[in-house]
């Protein structure tokens, strides 16, 4: 479904019976990007990113696909054990944890955990004695929508004393993992983050510690307003920089927004309209509290919008709206300038594209407004 552009998309949103604010999901878009990106990347094992979106019928249908998992808590992963996922087939790739989810989780079968500090590693081999470690490299994410190098990530001239002191501590050093940041729209990034791994390996196998994974992690970008690199193009890079590597390792990577993005559609609807400073406003039943808060995390982020209107011509009268939600907070604004139909009256809908990653599991009921039902598109 490309609903921005399809009118069956919005035929099939017209059929939800739910009231709004609702996030609607097409798992047949799921199966479909499942299917783009193992084609691309053909040799690398993929572990969905739970956090961008943890419903259980996504989680049932990427299961149904062949993916595998990665955590960041231990609530996680009680979503994947009730769904009969095995925990062996389940990563831990959230850098800092508390000592009760590392031994919740290993108690239960995880064994492969992340780290990027030597206080990690003292923790894991406290709670997870001779478990799996691989080690997060902090590698460059600009031209990346959203950055995720400040808070994790350690220096790569780091990483041989980090993974050395892994094996004096009885865990198996397994492998090294990078992120070039979520919505990553700058290809060459892969490059750096190869070139910084492989010296990482090379100085490794110097020292008689050969590793067994590389885990290149998510930020595969979707369609938003903005154009993209396709994923052929960017597996393409990733597949010239695996030819760098000194020797065969098993590949992961671990896409989130990516596989469910653009399957959901947030639907809200006109409750009031107003001009402020001879500027037309809307105000919707669902705002960023509710489902856009990653839209604080960058300015960049802009949603495709389209509306249930029937008939929408080119040429019909167009406004310049500022799209705000419907709490008592003057931050509870979703988009300025948005170019919509001047007919739009209370009532009608705003529809919200690729956005089925990062919305409604960020929601708050702030002022008691709900976060957005999840509904499943049929058909």
Known sequence: MNPTNDNLGKDKLSKVKASTPFLAIDLDNIDTKYNELTKALNNFSVYYAVKCNPEKPILQRLKTLGSKYEIASSGELDRLIEIGIEPKDVIFSNPVKSREQIEYTFNKGVYRF??????????????????????????????????????????????????????????????????????????????????????????????????????????????????????????????????????????????????????????????GKATRQNRPWIYLDVGRFQSFIEMFESDSLSYPIFTSLDNVSKNEPKSMYTITGPSCDSYDTIERDVSLPTRLKEGDFLYFASAGAYTHVYGSAFNDFPVPEVVYLKG
């Open 114 to 271: 992340v780290f990027d500090s030597p206080e990690e590693l003292k923790k894991l081999s406290e709670v997870a004695p001779g478990s799996s470690v691989y080690l997060r490299l902090s590698v460059s994410n600009h031209g990346s929508l959203i950055s995720l190098s400040n808070k994790f990530g350690a220096n790569k001239s780091h990483a041989v004393d980090l993974l050395s002191l892994a094996k004096d501590l009885g865990l198996k050093p397994y492998g090294l993992s990078f992120h070039v940041g979520s919505q990553s729209e700058n290809i060459h990034l892969w490059d750096e983050a190869f070139d910084d791994s492989v010296d990482v390996i090379e100085e490794l196998n110097d020292i008689g510690i050969k590793l067994q994974m590389l885990n290149i992690g998510g930020g595969f970008p979707i369609k938003y307003n903005e154009k993209v690199p396709k994923i052929k193009d960017i597996a393409k890079k990733i597949h010239k920089n695996v030819k760098k590597l000194p020797y065969e390792l098993e590949l992961f990577c671990e896409p989130g927004r990516y596989l469910v993005g653009e399957a959901g559609v947030i639907a809200g609807k006109i409750i």
